[in-house]
């Protein structure tokens, strides 16, 4: 479907090697989404029975979840890395400039970067 969205396709001089890079990457992709899903349902049952979501509400955090590991997929591995470092780690701007061995502003663009993936996939492209 991605291939299909392009406005300009060549054709690849390898196809059996294209083809084998495609379904490669479904099943990065595959098994990334499953492990995200199995962290999130650990997560889950840490917390009291009384205090879980329901299952409609489990659904649909999951799938906010997905949508936002795919959008977060499409930034660069820096990018993603300083975002959940910060998101997720709690490190300051200066702590993710020395782990990715780049300048602050760097830094602050790539959580930029970051958040406007959030943000599309919470609520669509902005106008």
Same mark, same amino acid.
Do not use: W
């Given at each position: 479907?991605?291939?299909?969205?392009?406005?300009? $396709?060549?054709?690849?001089? =390898?196809?059996?090697?294209?083809? @084998?890079?495609?379904?490669?990457?479904? /099943?990065? +992709?595959?098994?990334?989404?499953?492990?995200?899903?199995?962290?999130?349902?650990?997560? $889950?049952?840490?917390?009291? =029975?009384?205090?879980?979501?329901? @299952?409609?509400?489990?659904?649909?955090? /999951?799938? +906010?979840?997905?949508?936002?590991?795919?959008?977060?997929?499409?930034?660069s591995s820096k990018a993603r890395a300083a975002f959940l470092y910060n998101r997720l780690d709690g490190l300051?701007?200066?702590?993710?400039a020395e782990r990715l061995g780049v300048s602050v502003p760097r830094v602050r663009q790539y959580l930029a970067?970051?958040?406007?993936?959030?943000?599309?996939?919470?609520?669509?492209?902005?106008?």
């Open positions: 479907m991605r291939l299909l969205g392009r406005d300009q $396709l060549n054709e690849p001089r =390898e196809p059996r090697a294209f083809l @084998v890079a495609i379904a490669k990457g479904l /099943l990065f +992709d595959y098994f990334r989404r499953a492990a995200l899903e199995q962290a999130y349902l650990t997560e $889950l049952m840490l917390i009291p =029975e009384a205090e879980q979501p329901s @299952v409609e509400e489990q659904q649909m955090i /999951l799938e +906010d979840l997905k949508n936002i590991d795919r959008l977060l997929g499409k930034l300051s701007h200066g702590e993710i970067q970051g958040i406007r993936q959030c943000y599309v996939a919470l609520y669509g492209e902005p106008v």
